[in-house]
């Protein structure tokens, strides 16, 4: 892109089979799979980014494990796997051991993003989380979250999310 064109990206947020269908998935995140795919091939290859929730053997001794008992998203594992109608090519997939992605953030903020669009799972934990870092890391970067092809823990959850980022100056569309 040249220097003076917005530079636009959209982050799919752990969108994995873990958390759609597998062991931490709900109702809500298998109905907003049409959506999502939907968004995903409405940017070209260059704009997709995407985080990849990524945890061990050792995932139950570790804090989150302790908190959230259910080994999920194990490296390699098919849980861990981005759901295969929406691997369809990302520019660059964050692996990420926490909610959110100080490496995704920090790249936002060097590569001078004008625009993030973040949709995913789950709204009130790892959405969030990226929505918030990504907002400290690059105060100007406008951040929309597009609550159609988000789903939250429950939807109560979810809803507390975006009241929260609305909060916190990020644009929410399709409520």
């Known amino acids: 892109m040249e220097d003076n064109q917005m530079k636009k990206i959209l982050v ?10 597998g062991t931490l998935g709900t109702r809500e995140a298998v109905a907003i799979i049409p959506a999502v795919i939907e968004k995903i091939k409405s940017y070209p290859e260059h704009g997709r980014f995407a985080t990849q929730d990524t945890h061990f053997a050792d995932y139950l001794s570790t804090q989150e494990g302790k908190k ?13 796997q981005i759901r295969p109608e929406a691997a369809i090519g990302y520019h660059k997939i964050f692996e990420k051991y926490t909610f959110g992605s100080i490496e995704l953030a920090q790249y936002i903020k060097d590569e001078k993003i004008d625009q993030v669009e973040m949709i995913g799972i ?37 809803l507390a999310a975006l009241e929260t980022m609305k909060s916190c100056q990020i644009n929410i569309i399709n409520e």
């Open 122 to 158: 789950c709204t009130d934990i790892c959405v969030v989380s990226n929505a918030l870092l990504i907002k400290a890391f690059a105060p100007e970067v406008e951040i929309t979250v597009d609550a159609a092809c988000c789903a939250g823990v429950s939807p109560e959850k979810h």
């Open 12 to 21: 799919v947020v752990d969108f994995q089979n873990d958390f759609i269908d």
């Open 68 to 80: 959230l008992p259910v080994l999920h998203c194990q490296k390699d594992s098919n849980g861990w």
